[in-house]
């Protein structure tokens, strides 16, 4: 994570999340200075099968979940079949040990050196005072060059993720992923102190 969020005052000049309803919003700008640094998610060196029938990655050992991965996430694989290594998945369905896309996926046995990163920027609620968010919105970006997704926010609504593509969309080749200073995103956010 390598953001920095600063809040925007509101027409009063005050930068703090003000009550809207029954919930807060303020808005902010997340200044990502490091993009997709640092963000491995599964522990290095895993023996991860993958299946194309059931688009599925296998792991021997090791926990997806405890590695915090959730439904939803894109992730990017290392050291698996080539045809895999160059996409970007969304995962579809998780346990400890089986992780789910619907992307195509190539059949290969796992050889020890396969790894997940996730591919995009965590996000924490607290950055923008909040406890707990129940919805993001983008509101202005200061790099139009780059295509962003918001990811889902987290279960207990702690964060989320901001992913950042160069081109298309997160169907496309891990190529096409963002890196380092990508700028300044304006985001609105609603939660709850």
Same mark, same amino acid.
């Not at 640094?37 to 895993?46: S, V, Y």
């Not at 080539?82 to 992780?99: F, G, K, M």
């Not at 993720?161 to 609105?188: E, F, N, P, Q």
């Given at each position: 994570?390598?953001?920095?969020v /600063? @809040?925007? $005052?509101?027409?009063?000049?005050?930068a703090?999340?003000?009550?809207?309803?029954?919930?807060? /919003?303020?808005l902010?700008?997340?200044?990502?200075?490091?993009?997709?640094?640092? /963000?491995?998610q599964?522990?290095?060196?895993? =023996? *991860?099968t $993958? $299946?194309?029938?059931?688009?599925?990655?296998?792991?021997?050992? +090791?926990?997806y979940?405890?590695?915090?991965?959730?439904?939803?996430?894109?992730v990017?694989?290392?050291?698996?079949?080539?045809?895999n290594?160059?996409?970007v *998945?969304?995962? /579809?369905?998780l346990?400890?040990? *089986?992780?789910?896309t619907?992307?195509?996926?190539?059949?290969?046995?796992? =050889?020890?050196?396969?790894?997940?990163?996730?591919?995009?920027?965590?996000?924490?609620?607290?950055?923008? +005072?909040?406890?707990?968010?129940?919805?993001?919105?983008?509101v202005?970006?200061e790099?139009?060059?780059?295509?962003?997704?918001?990811?889902?926010?987290?279960?207990?609504?702690?964060?989320f993720?901001?992913?950042?593509?160069?081109?298309?969309?997160? $169907?496309l @080749?891990?190529?096409?992923?963002?890196?380092?200073? *990508?700028?300044?995103?304006?985001?609105?956010v609603?939660?709850?102190?």
């Amino acid at each position: 994570m390598t953001n920095t969020v /600063t @809040l925007k $005052a509101d027409h009063h000049g005050i930068a703090k999340p003000h009550v809207v309803g029954h919930q807060y /919003t303020v808005l902010g700008d997340c200044n990502i200075t490091s993009y997709r640094t640092g /963000t491995t998610q599964t522990d290095p060196d895993q =023996n *991860i099968t $993958a $299946a194309s029938g059931g688009k599925t990655y296998t792991r021997a050992a +090791g926990d997806y979940l405890l590695e915090g991965l959730v439904v939803g996430d894109h992730v990017v694989i290392e050291g698996s079949e080539s045809n895999n290594n160059d996409d970007v *998945i969304q995962i /579809t369905a998780l346990t400890d040990t *089986i992780l789910t896309t619907t992307q195509a996926v190539a059949s290969g046995s796992g =050889n020890g050196d396969e790894k997940f990163t996730h591919a995009g920027e965590k996000v924490l609620a607290s950055s923008f +005072g909040l406890s707990t968010i129940s919805s993001v919105e983008i509101v202005g970006q200061e790099v139009h060059s780059n295509n962003f997704i918001l990811g889902n926010i987290s279960s207990d609504g702690t964060f989320f993720y901001i992913y950042a593509y160069t081109t298309g969309s997160a $169907a496309l @080749l891990a190529a096409s992923l963002a890196s380092g200073d *990508i700028g300044v995103v304006t985001l609105k956010v609603t939660g709850n102190l």
